[in-house]
């Protein structure tokens, strides 16, 4: 069992940058992949980013690419969303989420809701215009 807790949420103007942390229970963080979805009003949960066990690998949205970036600390049992040039599309709650995966990078899977075993409640940014 894991248990998720982001921060760093917030509001923010249009081109400026927000860092996003997830702090994770237990000593097994690094056996998991970690992803960030987001979630706005009237719209279904989006991907936006995942993280291999010890970073050496990530995957982006189309929408977040060359803007967000994602990365780790096993030591810390973090994972952080760095946001840059936010756009008043980027507005949502963002979850944090953990995969099992069973040993396996697949992007497919990891892009999707169902590739994950554990979620947070969710960090609110509001980015205005």
Known sequence: QVQLVESGGGLVQAGGS????CAASGRTFSSYIMGWFRQAPGKEREFVAAISWSGGSTYYGDSV?????ISRDNAKNTVYLQMNRLKPEDTAVYYCAAAKAAGVWNTVVLGRLGGYDYWGQGTQVTVSS
Do not use: A, K, N, Q
Request: a neutral charge; aromatic letters at 12%.
């Open 65 to 69: 690419e060359d803007r967000f970036t």
């Open 18 to 21: 927000l860092r996003l942390s």
